[in-house]
């Protein structure tokens, strides 16, 4: 079990905080002693959220009502937290997707992924690294997508990702580099910068409705907000540069899996019980026709 006062006089600000696994994070970083903002478009959904997670943690979730789209409010939005103290980490959380062939992809729809997956999340880490480098001490964490990487072929891939992921997984794209190069530019720095994607999907009540991915590639949150913390809290030195999957980066860590009090282990989602999940999951990839889909060939993503 990880000490309850984890990130104790930690501020954290996670964008896309109002639902699904920006709730998530909120609550389990929230149990580990954070002060934790959350940011979204929408105020009623914020509103909800912190009157939530205020159960967990009276006076130490705040909401911040921001389109990140809209690059004049999101310096405002800055400017409002700064008043109350730097920031010790940032989660990019908040994305935009939709699957469509790129020829039928409008100017519009792609200016807006661009906006959601890149251009906000690359000026909130030009906005906190100045401090976090003055302070030696940091974490940025990117939430990308397995659409972002290259399907193999020809013969092509049959699933989303490969028919239709153009603006969605170049956008990742985009964000997996950003991540890197801030990684090698904030090394020995005491700045950690990673990127973090579900190994298929994460179980959030909205994608099991849509009903479009088989039951066999959800994860639940637990475990990606496990594998989040870990990115979060780790030793820059060492954890730093990553383009990490969850269930992947769990086994290797040996991470024991707590659920999202941070009070349980959950059950049949441990790291001896984590390669048997990724062997099903690839499998399934592979009758869509995406072959050896986590064998991506990078140094630090060893395959279990």
Request: net charge neutral.
């Amino acid at each position: 079990m990880f000490r309850p006062d984890l990130l104790h006089g930690k501020r954290i600000l996670i964008t896309g905080g109002g639902t699904g696994l920006g709730k998530g994070m909120a609550q389990r970083f929230l149990e580990l002693g954070a002060a934790v903002y959350i940011c979204g478009r929408r105020q009623h959904v914020l509103s909800e959220a912190v009157a939530e997670l205020s159960r967990v943690a009276p006076n130490k979730i705040r909401s911040l009502p921001c389109d990140i789209r809209d690059l004049p409010r999101l310096e405002e939005t800055i400017e409002s937290i700064w008043q109350d103290g730097p920031i010790d980490i940032l989660v990019n959380n908040a994305a935009a997707n939709g699957y469509h062939p790129f020829d039928e992809t409008t100017a519009t729809a792609l200016e807006r992924c661009l906006q959601v997956n890149l251009w906000a999340p690359w000026e909130l880490m030009k906005a906190v690294v100045p401090g976090m480098r003055a302070r030696r001490r940091g974490w940025i964490l990117n939430l990308t997508s397995f659409a972002g990487e290259l399907p193999p072929g020809p013969p092509f891939p049959t699933n989303k990702p490969a028919k239709g992921g153009f603006q969605y997984g170049a956008t990742k794209a985009a964000l997996n580099r950003l991540t890197v190069t801030a990684a090698s530019e904030c090394d020995g720095q005491g700045v950690a910068v990673n990127a973090l994607t579900p190994q298929a999907a994460i179980a959030t009540p909205s994608l099991v409705a849509a009903g479009w991915i088989d039951e066999a590639m959800f994860e639940p949150l637990d475990t990606m907000a496990e594998a989040a913390l870990a990115l979060c809290s780790g030793d820059p030195v060492m954890l730093t540069g990553r383009i990490a999957f969850s269930l992947q980066l769990l086994v290797e860590l040996k991470r024991p899996v707590l659920d999202l009090h941070g009070e349980r282990l959950v059950d049949g989602w441990q790291p001896a019980d984590l390669p048997a999940v990724i062997a099903r999951q690839e499998a399934n990839l592979a009758k869509q026709g995406w072959r050896d889909a986590y064998s991506f060939g990078r140094a630090h993503s060893p395959r279990p």
